[in-house]
């Protein structure tokens, strides 16, 4: 008789906490789409500061933006934390042209993140396709050698997550000049990492590798309609020519700030919770998905537990990491300074996919861990953010290392993602007011959760 | 003995189908996503034809062009259906203006469905704000009288469920002018159905209920923006008047037709599964997402098929349901004809919420039929389809009266669909092609599903 009393009492118990879980999801997820400030947050970020590029003037104002912004919602501590950033600038507008016997076809291009300038009149030369490095590394040398190696592998359409097929094509991105370069190229093109066929060169970083400062070429993406143009142009004519004219170079570093605004644990200050994205872009468009989503969404997930009132267990700190795209020298500093002072990281949530309708998280975790969270899954449904499988997480959250450390990375619809990032069309209208909203709210509530209820 | 090597051949031959179920469930989403047709079918119908209002010429282009589509995939019938449909122009661009003071202040609006004109000057007159019909008839009619009824109740962005919030909102478009001229007013005026604040007005169906012919009085949406500005203006200045010009008038209904293409089943030729989306649209745009999509899902499910080389065992049939805008005509000419025929309907598939990521289906069944389903979610969570509930599936096959039909819906992520929906913005370029054909794909796996395992 003692037992079942006990039983009841344990299931009364359960299943309060339960509706108690499910009222203040409900709360969450309403004030978000009702009365959060994410979406104008954008809005100022994107139109009214715009492209936030590593080492830029736009980054020092989303500094100082979204600083006032976090002090403006009476969170207990907001500051700055100092970071030396690499800075490139793009200079002026990259041309390009195919030269085909006599005719001159313009295409868009762009020049990649890190790469040298061309000289001044630009490089000229012939071209070769290749479909990855593989191939290119196949070849007999002397067949590269003086020519422009030109990566035309597109992205893969059948994979649902499009997540998968940029990491199984940005090699060609990430690599190609350097591999070119150790082949005798004098310069590598690049076809964007876009899933669509259109006019827009999608920047991104790429990587000399361990070359010989004088042994860099320069290197661009080209336009996914142009990469098609030239393909079916080399077909005709493999001995045409491209050329090529940028003038972008890489200055001194420069110093910049992650910027930190934190709800103190009501229960265990010293166990920390970390949301985050990051504050710079590109520079080829304001960088509305990539990510200032991810920043704003970041921001209202400290506005939602200030505006609900609720007096979190343990420490919730929004990190709006600098320098992802260019180095990731904010992530490895927050973390830096983390073991500085014996930081305890227990969780850590990244959104840098995009501001599209969340569908899911991803979770770096041991399986107990994991565990947990699958039993609340069924907390999200009505949501309809379905999707909680183990895989990677985020860049700027990779590096903490805190030893029993969960990781999480919110999964927005990915289909679209790629028809943005990097790019010039990677706007303020390109994301949705709710799609964003629904996401701060699937974010503060799993945070919610894990401060509930802890890790294993 | 015997009953285990029994059990075991049973498990075989389950775990056999069900591997035949994920591999036939890959091989589509994989076509579509690589191979469809269904957005280059969709850019012809929106950029080469544009709207297909009922009884339009865009309307009569768009029969010919899908009846051509569909007999090039060689499926075994094609043919039209013809049917009446009510004919109704919009006529000049619309003008309005508030009248406030000695200022005059332009606001976009459209008319209503079915509206009648107001007069070659338009119509001027002092305007009152309700929030609701009902508020609207708790008024002392002298209140009303003269006057334009302004309907101004939002759509609730609180549910996650977008089309909620248009069911409790739409009455005030549907009826209100109904209503008001029963009050007394001399026209109304609706605040556009979208949860965005923008300058689009939202066209749609009203009707006049049953008011005699002479009491009809000119109705029209106006753009959110509009609607706030007017009723910001209002609280200033409660005796300002509204102005609106309309020339839009009912004409003589025209023939038009439904586009049916089938696929005789193999074994039961005389169960029918039906596939479908509205060829008609509103004017103000093409229609690309209400319902271009739907159509060219329906087309391409008949494409998978074929491509795939799948014998269906029941006959699978897809229909491109004329005039679901304005009055259905298409829809019920279809039951009407399968009715003469002794036709016999197992299953029902619509595509109606837009060409967005598919997140489930709606299904209307029996409790058995449900049970089905719900076993067979298991294959669509690969592809991100998590969300099978029972509820309403669409309008042209609401009509379908079999016996023992099973009727179901394709749920896409409903987020951005008002932003769109019968609104000047519903353009090809906010169709992105992935999520079409992922919605093609998922359409077209629940068909197959039903095809192999039949009905309870």
Redesign the interface.
Known sequence: MKKIALSILLLTSIVHSQSNDQKMLADI??FS??QSSCYSWLDYLSNKIGHRMSGSVGAEKGVVYTKQQLEALGVDKVYLQEVMVPKWVRGEKETAYILDKKTKTNVPICALGGSIATGKNGLTAEIIEVQSIKELESLDPSKVKGKIVFYNRPME??N?N?FRSYGRCVDQRFSGAEKAAKMGAVGAIVRSMT??LDDFPHTGMQSYGDLPKDKYIPTAAISTNGAELLSKKLKQDSSLKFHFKMSCEMQQDVLSYNVVGEIAGSEHPEKIMVVGGHLDSWDLADGSHDDGAGVVQSMEVLQIFKRLNYKPKNTIRAVLFMNEEFGGKGGKKYEELSKQNKENHIFSLESDCGGF?P?GFSFQCDANNFQKVMNWKYLFE???V??FVLGGTGSDTSHLTSAKIVKAGLSP?S??YF?YHHAGNDRFDAV????LE?GAASMASLIYLFDQYGID
Chains 1, 2 share one sequence.
Do not use: V
């Open positions: 997820y309403k789409l009702t359409p059948e649902i499009t899933l669509r309708s569908r009505p949501y309809l379905h999707n619809d289909q679209r028809d949705n007011k709710r799609e629904l």
